[in-house]
């Protein structure tokens, strides 16, 4: 299996695409701004979008990619997310008004997109691939998805804040690689509180629910672009990106667009 970093930015600016990733050809998990670097054919790829939570920056190219390959579509794109992440899709983006219904075009009996329910603590096989839904604690309905082919899972965690239940289930499994927000520095982090994303000091705190006895490699995603160097410092003075180091208790890399994980 191997996963393409389309975006892993909080927010746009110059070179920051929101989050997006590409999973083989076929399988994309969220659809932020980093979709509109994919060629018409790797769109035309996509059979399944997994999406974490309804907030723009995770949906903003769905609705712009449907309709830039939906004439050369044999068949629907599937869209699994939360019951509430789908209700709000239909009610505010595919409404007719924003953008087309979609779900209802060019035929309800044959549309270009269908939804596709799930919940947290669920199982689906999609194109090969295993798929967990794990929880999110956000402002909106949210998930995380863990993906793996049976040889170790790529772990992500969607927008979160603190999230036992996640640590919980992420102890359970075999973990390849994590993929962790951290949307804002210390010094933002009463925004942080209130729109429900980590901080460097409570991703520090998350990251002590890990087993000791587990060693994978931690990404951060999600950081605001105006925070991102701050957030960088700050995160390193708990913690060293040099894995395997002395005194290190984990392995803390920096995510970037454009990176691919091979599972
Ligand atoms: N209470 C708030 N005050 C200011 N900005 C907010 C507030 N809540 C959310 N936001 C911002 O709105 C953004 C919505 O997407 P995010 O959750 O990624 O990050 C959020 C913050 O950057």
């Known amino acids: 299996m191997r996963v393409r970093v389309l975006g892993c930015s909080g927010a746009i600016a110059r070179d920051c695409r929101t989050t997006s990733f590409l999973v083989d050809s076929d399988v994309l998990v969220d659809a932020g701004t980093g979709v509109g670097d994919l060629t018409l054919e790797e769109m035309r790829g996509i059979r399944h979008v997994l999406l974490t939570h309804s907030h723009l920056d995770h949906i903003a190219a769905l609705p712009l990619m449907v309709d830039a390959v939906a004439s050369q579509m044999r068949q629907p794109i599937r869209i699994c997310a939360l019951p509430g992440t789908i209700s709000a899709l239909k009610t505010h983006v595919f409404n007719n008004v924003i953008w087309p219904d979609f779900g209802r075009i060019p035929s309800p009996q044959s549309p270009f997109v269908v939804f596709h329910e799930v919940q947290v603590g669920q199982l689906l096989e999609l194109g090969g691939k295993s798929v967990e839904v794990l929880p999110a604690v956000h402002t909106v309905p949210a998930c995380g998805y863990a993906l793996g082919t049976g040889r170790g899972c790529w772990v992500f965690t969607g927008d ?27 010094r933002e982090r009463e925004l942080a509180r209130r729109s429900l994303h980590l901080s460097p000091s409570a991703l520090a705190e998350e990251l002590d629910c890990i087993d000791k006895s587990k060693r994978f490699p931690i990404y951060i995603t999600h950081t605001k672009p105006a925070e991102t160097e701050l957030i960088m410092t700050e995160i390193q003075k708990f913690d060293q990106t040099q894995p395997f180091g002395p005194d290190v208790s984990h392995d803390i890399r920096w995510l970037r667009a454009g990176q691919e994980f091979e599972l």
Do not use: G
């Open 160 to 186: 979160t804040e603190r999230n036992p239940a996640f640590w919980n289930r992420l102890n359970q499994l075999d973990v390849a690689a994590l993929v962790i927000e951290t949307a804002f520095s210390n």
